[in-house]
């Protein structure tokens, strides 16, 4: 039985994965109703946005304690944002707290090796609720329905 078989037979869906030039899986998802392009990262805790998505996403926020720490930065400030509504595919999840910091670097990286701006990271929290498989080889995200 192929893997897709499998997890399809289990509950899950799949949502394709777009390889960028940076060798990044890129994703699009949807916050509170509104679509995003994502980097899906297994290394970064926490699922984040940029500083604008405030409007792109209709986010209410409020300050953090916490401070960001990153590939090429760190002590980074943030905000914090409760109670989204995430939407992968076909999979959903009520109440997700984003965290929002300064997406420049990583939005300059981005374009400095000819791949698309994101508007934020999709984490191992998001990929831990959906108790996620990733198909690297076919280039597909399975998440849990």
Not at 15 to 32: D, M, S
Not at 40 to 66: K, M, P, Q, R, Y
Not at 70 to 93: C, E, F, H, L, Y
Request: net charge positive.
């Amino acid at each position: 039985m192929l893997l897709q078989e499998f997890l399809l037979s289990q509950g899950y869906t799949k949502v394709k994965l777009h390889l960028t030039k940076t060798n990044h899986f890129e994703i699009i998802a949807r916050i509170n109703g509104y679509k995003g392009l994502f980097i899906l990262d297994t290394g970064a805790s926490s699922s984040c946005v940029g500083f604008e998505a405030v409007e792109t996403f209709n986010l209410l926020v409020e300050d953090s304690e916490i401070r960001a720490v990153g590939a090429g930065d760190s002590n980074m400030p943030t905000q914090i944002s409760k109670r989204n509504k995430v939407k992968i595919g076909k999979w959903k999840k009520d109440k997700v707290v984003l965290v929002l910091f300064n997406l420049i670097h990583v939005n300059q990286g981005l374009i400095k090796h000819k791949s698309n701006p994101v508007d934020g990271i999709i984490g191992a929290d998001i990929l831990k609720k959906g108790k996620a498989v990733i198909d690297y080889q076919k280039k597909y995200l399975y998440l849990k329905l």
